[in-house]
């Protein structure tokens, strides 16, 4: 039985026999062989780890287990993050399954609707701050300095320690042969963590070989691609809408060290990879999670692939966070109960070499 | 590496070498442990079985699995069904996937936003009728009949078959120690394909004992509770709101040859239960499947349960499929970025006992 990322990677992560140990059984997510997007592209094959099918809904369940353990341990009676989404689903479903509180600070504007439910119900106080989500941030870290709360963004190294075990699982799914890995970049973590946890990988001899980093930012909030700080960042994906990453230089060194890149893709390229992956593969994601194939598209069409290499693309949360862009309220023409009117409908779509 | 219950189970599943196998590498959902829900029931160790983490976000993919590649198989370009929503999804995955076309067949009232834009992401024909959901059903069953395209409701065989899969994993994760088994029942597919799944594994004398099945229905649509058709059935559990149950018969034996029971719970129930898993467990599950837990506290209360059995909801589908329940419009405070004025909240939450 799956007991969660501690339990199994427990070598790897430093928890001592009766330490607290809060899982909601994150991990063992899902390496889906994406045959019809290879196909088409024709290089390279691809593989799509499915981080939307953890428990809350994304990768942040990797680090919110070690955090939230490590907050219990310590004896903490709260928890707080700044968060535009994900982390606050995260947060506050590990402190309702721990018993103890969870504060999220929000930047007051376009939060996902299915997100915000999430901590809502989770039982989590959300406070909406009139500002974007580096202030939040700025004061989060702030109030946890004085050591009440723990502070439970990424800056928790906890944080990214846990979510180290997405690269062990990819290795292990692929039994060490991941030639690339393409992953979006907001706030730099995963990007961090994924490097870490391959050297840790190499180290332990678990691995021959690492892979090479490819990141995405949205065009609109490309700090790291674009070398500056991004005072208003702006994408349709506001999961990776941020213009100062917390991870900034990690990140840059797992571009280099893995002789990679990190590159920007446009809200359009991301939708089009959101549509491609629903469509094609039959995996729903939400915006930013298609950054990571919208990049891999863009190198593929410039012939940046060796042939049939596995490239890992990192699919960071669920589509059902953030139904909106898909506008399902366009009008659909109501028909009556006439089995000839569906019938007609059924012909017309399947073509005229349809013989009865 | 998992690579969906067709692999896994393939003693317990008629495939041939070669034949096509369409997957999205459903099943391998966890079971979570529900501690606290348990120390307040404090007559049973609870477990949940949290199939909305199955790729489309419901236990349907496990027999879509099924009946996609047996559609596939058989050289079918396209497949129908009548859906409120959790099939339709699963049905357009696999479509995708399988590169033949999905047609979905809806009432035209109460459709759960996230569920509808899956399926029209996925690429499938959503054709909205003016009817409910057995005048939907009633038209494609006799649409399939014409054999043009194969139908995918839960009255193809396949799609049960695949769901045995559910009792499969439940009997691996609690090596066989499955005491009672409490499901939703809408459509009555699932409890008879637990209840087949069990019958199957005590066969191969893989468990030494077969639970007993609990199944519970929602009070506006309780069909098989009260013994007659439901013309107008009414829940804000939409998955489960069916008046005529296409598995009727095969239920009510599942609910005999067990020794168990079909009962029925209110909205109200249905609620507080969905409420208790996020705020107590950090599982976000659509109204549907609360349904089992709601029953699961009405029993426990009656004084049911022997003490100290392992019992087993299974938790149908992701909360995030529909979170409209949830109402996060609910006017929250803006504060200004001053720390003194967050600090304060902080303080008032978490109590007096609290000295810096």
Redesign the interface.
């Known amino acids: 039985?799956?007991n969660g990322i501690i339990e199994k990677y427990k070598d790897f992560y430093d928890i001592k026999d009766g330490e607290a140990v809060v899982t909601?059984?994150e991990g063992?997510t899902?390496?889906?062989p994406a045959e019809?997007i290879s196909n088409i592209l024709g290089d390279i094959k691809l593989y799509l780890k499915?981080e939307g099918?953890?428990?809350?809904?994304s990768f942040k369940d990797r680090g919110m287990t070690m955090a939230v353990s490590k907050a219990v341990e310590a004896g903490s009676?709260?928890i707080?993050c700044a968060s535009t989404g994900n982390t606050s689903a995260a947060a506050?479903?590990?402190?309702?399954?721990a018993?103890i509180?969870c504060?999220v600070?929000i930047p007051?504007n376009k939060i996902a609707?299915?997100k915000?439910?999430?901590a809502?119900?989770?039982?989590a106080?959300?406070?909406?701050?009139?500002?974007n989500f580096d202030?939040a941030l700025r004061?989060v870290r702030?109030?946890a300095e004085?050591g009440?709360?723990t502070l439970v963004n990424s800056v928790n190294p906890y944080r990214l320690l846990g979510q180290r075990s997405g690269a062990y699982e990819v290795c292990?799914?692929?039994e060490g042969k991941v030639d690339y890995l393409s992953i979006p970049v907001g706030n730099a973590g995963n990007i961090s963590a994924y490097w870490a946890g391959f050297k840790d990988y190499y180290a332990a001899k678990k691995i021959d070989k690492l892979p090479v980093m490819l990141g995405f930012q949205a065009e609109g909030a490309a700090p790291i691609v674009e070398n500056r700080v991004f005072d208003e960042p702006e994408t349709i994906a506001t999961a990776i809408r941020i213009g100062n990453p917390a991870s900034w230089d990690k990140a840059v060194a797992a571009r280099d060290e893995s002789k990679g890149l990190i590159d920007k893709v446009t809200d359009d390229e991301i939708l089009q990879a959101?549509?491609l992956l629903?469509?094609?593969?039959?995996?729903?994601v939400e915006p930013a999670s298609a950054a990571s194939l919208a990049g891999v598209i863009k190198l593929s069409k410039k012939g940046y692939f060796e042939k049939d290499k596995n490239v890992v693309c990192v699919l960071t949360g669920?589509?059902?966070?953030d139904?909106s862009v898909?506008s399902?309220e366009k009008e659909?023409?109501?028909?009556?109960?006439k089995?000839e009117d569906?019938?007609a409908?059924?012909d017309k779509?399947?073509g005229s070499d349809?013989d009865?």
């Open positions: 039985m799956w909601l059984n063992n899902p390496l889906i019809n499915y099918l953890n428990t809350t809904g009676r709260a707080i506050a479903a590990y402190a309702a399954k018993g509180k504060f600070l007051n609707l299915g915000l439910a999430q809502i119900l989770y039982g106080e959300i406070i909406p701050v009139d500002g202030d004061i702030e109030i004085e009440k709360v292990d799914q692929l959101q549509k629903a469509s094609k593969e039959g995996v729903f669920n589509g059902l966070k139904p898909v399902p659909l023409k109501v028909y009556s109960v089995i569906i019938k409908i059924i779509t399947l349809q009865g």
